[in-house]
């Protein structure tokens, strides 16, 4: 919601986000936010209506503090979406990652990226959805799984 609340004070009203969740949103505080922005909220939607939700999304915006086992960053990339998210990715390309969008440092860093000019410039985009391919195809959940596999072993060793 920091986020939200940080695009919401640039009063940019072109940018409608869509939020899915499957837990209890601070929905008063969605609401306050949604008077100054567009947001759309999905509710518990099947892993279907979120794939088409990511495909038809111009950016999927991750903005986690750390995130995970990126599977989130991966689902994105597979279905041709460039990403808006942290660099505290857990996956091990960080070179191949940083071609399919943008990586931030932060939350300010990262609104002003989406309320930047930047994000409209075709040349960009068109080379970000070519990325997405790219690195979708190498990036097979198997591999995924192997490269995982070794890391959780390297932890326990």
Do not use: W
Not at 1 to 21: E, G, M, P, R
Not at 26 to 46: A, E, G, T, W
Not at 50 to 72: C, H, N, R, Y
Not at 114 to 130: E, P, R
């Amino acid at each position: 919601l920091h986020l939200l609340d940080l695009i919401a004070s640039k009063k940019n009203k072109n940018i409608i986000f869509h939020i899915c969740t499957r837990s209890n949103l601070n929905l008063q505080i969605v609401k306050k936010l949604s008077d100054k922005m567009n947001i759309v909220i999905h509710f518990n939607k099947s892993d279907g209506e979120i794939k088409t939700i990511i495909k038809d999304a111009q950016f999927m915006v991750l903005p986690s503090f750390t995130e995970g086992f990126g599977l989130s960053l991966l689902e994105s990339i597979s279905l041709n979406t460039p990403i808006i998210a942290t660099e505290n990715t857990s996956l091990f390309d960080f070179q191949k990652i940083a071609k399919v969008g943008y990586l931030c440092k932060d939350f300010v860093e990262m609104a002003n990226v989406i309320c930047s000019d930047a994000i409209l410039n075709l040349d960009n985009y068109g080379d970000f959805l070519t990325n997405c391919k790219m690195v979708s195809a190498e990036y097979t959940e198997d591999k995924y799984t192997k490269e995982l596999e070794k890391i959780l072993y390297k932890i326990e060793v």
